[in-house]
């Protein structure tokens, strides 16, 4: 899904934020344990992975960053930029506000193992020995909050429901999913179309379990204005729509001294506020109106934490280190509009942005470039293509640029001074190559027609980061103008094609699998409302995403990445942004946490009130 997460409060220079609150009912992107690496026979289990074996064992007691002694109360606040005008996040229509905590999932992810689902709504997990199909043993103690028991029959309505008319990336990411079937209360069957498909005991297990009995009398199609049923950590309560959403504690909450819900879920109260300037979220924050902000502009950390309540402790700033994958952030091109159609003039316009300049002069030199799109990973691409990655590659070399064969894929690199002529000069070899002119300063085709985009953008921070790089593009004869929207109409554009270029962000894991259809294929480039905004259209690519979802090891699934990544590079489909290692994160001092590293920089719903000390 491309909901930002609950804690951006100002997208970055660069970075969109990872998902941070790991709530059940949002989905992460992981894998499953290989099918072909389980032992003969059924397998019941309590846990699948994709990285050997589950870190902790079936008699686990809480996750090791939870505090099973952590109080329960009080509240906290966060910011989101934007707006919303639903609270059902299932569909196309309408935007939905951070709800999805109030349902559960059948496998719950944690902050350090996201390739591996631990049994939560499910108490056994049994892959069947052909390995066409899953099955979840449910709890039978697990309730909605209306006090009906959760079945079997939710389950597979919900996944009926979602495939018939839920967001077309589940669609996609459910392909190869036959059916659920429900086999009696407490026992539910997902049959597969393959068996070759080494994730889908996992993803099957991220689906927000809906309750059929509440939605059977509401159109699931609309958008939702009422508070929805669940049976997850929290219930919708107060919501000013536009502006502000508060998420309750479930003080009953079936699941509360399960291993995976013990120590979890602490504040009583979650508020979400919305702003539609995050210069004037950070400013709530400053106040103490907003409790908790990532921060991610680079010029705000270093400068802009001066004030009183910084100085006196009462505010505490924290640098996490990042350590799950990170995947590809950037500006990319919609390649259905025919300005676009020419790798040449993607390449040109992606070459055309100083990285160097604007790191050293806008971004304090934190930042790293991005140079795959399966950035920290084994699954990145760099230098030549191996033997195992040419066998892959070979049969569609007359598809392929002959470059991708002999050269690196590389970014240009400047002494950061501005001065990048003689990049420009490769740019405007190259559009001519393709068959423009400059004509009296303008970049024209063959009929006289400027070369001209927009980059839509819905945060005014990048603005400072955007018009150097237009006014590059300018000295290439390029009309590249910055489009200004707030983020709610930056999500219709994108979900219906609408854009010439946009920041955009594709997730990875280290263990990519279905999510790459939804991404990439030929598919999803004409289904509305799909993560390929590229209009990524490649039967290179519709062949490479089929090895990566069917590769039957690991050593073959990371050579289909690679392979996929170069043609994905090669295709200069973006204008790769920029990372760093670390998560900056400040706090009111009205919090605390346990005091041990996560590999996703941190785990709020670890986290828990203390008494507020404000001077």
């Known amino acids: 899904m491309r909901r930002r997460s609950l804690l951006t409060t100002g997208l970055t220079a660069g970075a969109i934020s990872p998902a941070l609150f790991l709530m059940p009912g949002t989905m992460r992107r992981a894998g499953a344990q290989f099918l072909r690496d389980l032992p003969p ?45 639903s609270l059902n996040p299932f569909i196309l229509r309408g935007v939905a506000g951070p709800v999805g905590a109030v349902w559960d999932t059948l496998l719950v992810s944690t902050a350090d193992e996201p390739e591996t689902g631990y049994a939560h709504l499910a108490q056994v997990i049994e892959i ?163 409790d908790i902000r990532v921060e991610n502009i680079a010029r705000q950390w ?76 084994e699954c990145a691409s760099s230098g030549l293509p191996s033997k195992e990655e040419l066998a892959l590659l070979e049969p569609f070399r007359t598809q392929l640029p002959p470059r991708l064969f002999t050269e690196p894929y590389t970014l240009p690199v400047t002494d950061g001074s501005g001065n990048n002529r003689d990049v420009l000069r490769r740019c405007l070899a190259l559009l001519k190559e393709a068959g423009w002119t400059v004509r009296e300063g303008k970049l024209v085709d063959a009929s006289g027609q400027q070369l001209s985009f927009e980059i839509l953008l819905d945060n005014p921070p990048f603005e400072r980061v955007l018009l150097p790089y237009t006014q590059s593009l300018a000295k290439l004869g390029i009309d590249a103008r910055i489009r200004s929207v707030d983020p709610a109409q930056a999500q219709h554009l994108q979900e219906e094609f609408n854009f010439d270029m946009a920041l955009m962000q594709f997730p990875e894991s280290d263990s990519p699998g279905n999510e790459q259809i939804g991404f990439w294929s030929s598919a999803s480039a004409k289904e509305k409302g799909s993560n390929n905004l590229m209009g990524v259209s490649s039967p290179v690519v519709d062949a490479l995403v089929a090895k990566v979802i069917t590769a039957p090891d690991r050593a073959s699934q990371i050579t289909a990445c690679r392979a996929l990544d170069r043609v994905l590079l090669w295709g200069w489909y973006i204008m790769p942004n920029w990372t760093a290692a670390t998560m900056n ?29 404000k001077g």
């Not at 080494?198 to 993803?203: C, K, N, S």
């Open 41 to 85: 026979g059924v397998v019941r289990t309590h846990a699948v992975t994709t990285v050997g074996a589950p870190q902790l064992p079936a008699d686990f007691k809480n996750f090791p960053y939870a505090n099973p002694d952590a109080p329960k109360g009080g509240e906290i606040v966060q910011a989101e930029i934007g707006s919303f005008d």
């Open 128 to 290: 069947a020995a052909d390995r066409r199909s899953v099955a979840f043993e449910l709890r039978p103690e697990a309730r909605f909050h209306d006090g009906h028991k959760l079945t079997a029959e939710d389950v597979a309505w919900t996944f009926e429901t979602l495939m018939k008319h839920g967001r077309p990336q589940q669609r996609a990411y459910y392909a190869d999913v036959e059916k659920a079937e429900a086999q009696g209360p407490h026992r539910v069957v997902f049959h597969f179309r393959t068996d070759q498909n080494r994730e889908l005991p996992l993803i099957i297990g991220q689906l927000s379990v809906l309750p059929k009995h509440w939605w059977e009398k509401r159109d699931f199609t609309q958008p939702l204005t009422e508070p929805p049923l669940g049976s997850g950590p929290y219930q919708v309560g107060k919501v000013d729509f536009g502006r502000s959403l508060t998420l309750e504690r479930v003080k009953d909450w079936w699941a509360a001294n399960l291993p995976t819900g013990r120590g979890l879920y602490n504040f009583d109260r979650m508020r979400t506020e919305f702003f539609r300037d995050p210069t004037i979220a950070f400013e709530a924050f400053k106040a103490g109106q907003v």
């Open 302 to 377: 270093a400068t802009g934490y001066d004030f009183p309540a910084v100085k006196e402790g009462r505010i505490k700033r924290e640098q996490l280190p990042w350590n799950l994958p990170f995947g590809m952030v950037g500006f990319g091109m919609n390649t259905r509009l025919s300005k676009f159609s020419d790798p040449r003039v993607r390449e040109a316009i992606v070459c055309a942005f100083d990285f160097e300049w604007a790191n050293k002069n806008l971004f304090y030199d934190r930042y790293q470039r991005l140079k795959s799109y399966y950035t920290f990973t």
């Open 585 to 613: 994160v400040a706090y009111w001092n009205r919090f605390a946490h346990v005091d041990k590293p996560v590999r996703s920089g941190f785990a709020l719903d670890s986290w828990w009130a203390v008494s507020p000390t």
